[in-house]
């Protein structure tokens, strides 16, 4: 992150992140003394997490992805997303990017005095962020790339790998992980003997810090909880 942007490939793939998901994961199980252990992703996180599961199936319990990026077809004579090693992202870059999805004929599902709480922690988050102009945080552009890359017909990790149980969250109006994004998803998951996949309504791709919050809260510890289990036939 300190050599010029321009000088190594998007940081922080999902290769990369899913070998921290295993440090982090072999921690927690050896200090709390559990076997396999839950976890919740959003967005480009279930790219990491879903080659880690299908990597250690018997280290997952469950699986809950939020708003997971799904594979969509190649584009013809699109050439493979690229892009620099970071990025620098203001928090105006933020707030644009998180009310895109907000139809214009509804009420803001995002508090603007929540985000402006949240966007001081953000710049906070990096200690020369407030030294540029305008303000704004550097981070890896591997997400971002691995997200464009999904939607090129090159996703991240082998959903048909995972067979722990799934739950799919995702908002009415989130404009990344569309009807069909699911659907190919769900589908995907066939080694999953206990998937769902359930939309909220209300709700974009940062439905964790809007309105509905609560709902995608009940829904993913329901899910956690293992009530969908008294359904299935023995």
Request: glycine residues 6%; proline residues 8%.
């Amino acid at each position: 992150m300190e050599a010029p942007a321009e000088a190594g490939p998007p940081l922080c793939l999902a290769e990369d992140a899913a070998a921290q998901v295993a440090a982090a994961v072999r921690f927690i199980l050896e200090h709390q003394g559990f076997s396999s252990l839950s976890i919740i992703t959003h967005s480009w996180g279930s790219m990491p997490v879903g080659r880690f599961a299908g990597d250690h199936p018997t280290l997952i319990d469950r699986l809950v992805l939020f708003a997971p990026i799904a594979r969509r077809d190649p584009q013809r004579y699109a050439l493979r997303p690229d892009g620099p090693a970071w990025r620098i992202v203001g928090a105006e870059d933020q707030w644009a990017r998180f009310v895109e999805d907000q139809p214009v004929d509804q009420a803001p599902v995002l508090s603007k005095l929540h985000f402006d709480d949240w966007a001081r922690r953000y710049l906070d988050s990096d200690p020369r962020s407030r030294s540029r102009e305008p303000a704004g945080v550097k981070i890896p552009s591997g997400p971002f790339v691995e997200i464009l890359r999904a939607w090129h017909g090159e996703l991240a990790y082998e959903p048909e790998r995972v067979s722990a149980p799934v739950v799919i969250l995702r908002g009415a109006w989130d404009g990344l992980v569309t009807d069909a994004d699911a659907r190919w998803l769900f589908d995907a998951l066939r080694h999953s003997l206990v998937k769902r996949d359930i939309k909220i309504g209300r709700g974009t791709h940062l439905m964790h810090l809007e309105t509905m919050r609560a709902a995608l809260w009940r829904e993913s510890v329901t899910f956690l909880l293992g009530e969908d289990v008294a359904a299935i036939p023995v």
